[in-house]
């Protein structure tokens, strides 16, 4: 995918989040520059509280990027956690006890009513607070006690995408402050992302095989299952494709049953212990004749009907999924293009959405 300024091709349609794409590997050099080091001291101030339990926050693809969170949370420092069930407080006005817990609230404008009422009741509960934002000046940094800034900069499209994996990354910088870890691993993303994003034409060719797709189900485990949810969303909020997204465990009791040879499965196989768990789901799907697309691992992705090779080789398993989604949102960004439509504009959606 590439976006060029030239007059006429500047308006093809999804040039804004064409050109958001493009900027990711650039906003995880800037965090990684930028931001580890007060991700780092905001995580030490938070570990010398010693927090008991944790509440993640949010909705949409931050959803999807608290997600992420869950798993890195308990895999890597044994704390249990939870999803909030907001409207507990904003329209029951349920007041749990909250003492010693760390509420995370995820949110890319930090404007949303119902996460800041939230959050605040969280505080007033006795929570520890944190806001992760791309807006330090948004309502929810202002409710919060602490606040990351995942520095992606203005995001215009509709789909968020840049926000996306700038919220994976800052997470994980978070999560490795809050255990004593220097976040190594993630250094080598940047320049790996650019490599996925420079082979947009591949992708191009893949979108073609599903451009009349009339419904998708996208599966993972462990860190690939945010990915899995993140990816069904940004088909349906840009191409209008009714994509449903499990995990492979969730896939096999029940849902299996609608998998036949003409609706595309995408898996997500994360190279580790995660994508070992998934691999009884593939030879389930392989048997029923699935149209199998793989975004994983060379051997994975031969043995499917096709996919994208991930450079995943001596990657740690808990950040690849930040290189997972790139080759899923130009897969979205495509195949709306095939089918005829905007992805920066999807229909009835709005950037900021006030639920309450």
Known sequence: MSTTTSEGCSERPGRIMAGEVAEQPGVLRRILAEGAPRIRATAAAIAERRPRFVLLTARGTSDNAALYAKYLLEIRLGLPCGLTSMSTTT??????????VLVITVSQSGG????VASTRAAREAGAITLAVTNNPDSPLAAVSEYHIDILAGPE????????????LLSLYLLVEGLRGGDGAPAQVLPGLAEEVLARGDEVRRLAAR??????????SRGYGYPTAKEAALKLMETSYIPALSYSGADLLHGPLAMVDNISPVIAVVTDGRGGEALQPVLDRLRGRG???F?????????AASA???LPTEGVAEEVQPILE???LQLLAYEVTIARGQDPDAPRALAKVTETR
Do not use: H
């Not at 329209?91 to 010693?100: R, S």
């Not at 215009?156 to 919220?167: D, F, H």
């Not at 793989?294 to 031969?302: A, L, T």
């Open 91 to 100: 329209a029951y006005g349920a007041k749990p006890n909250l003492t010693d």
């Open 294 to 302: 793989v975004v994983g691992p060379k051997p994975q992705v031969e």
């Open 290 to 292: 699935a149209d199998l």
């Open 112 to 115: 949303s009513p119902d996460l």
């Open 210 to 219: 599903y451009r009349f797709a009339e419904r998708m189900v996208i599966t």
């Open 156 to 167: 215009k499209a509709l789909p968020a995408t840049k926000t996306y994996t700038a919220s």
């Open 307 to 309: 996919g994208f090779v």
């Open 325 to 327: 989604i790139l080759p």
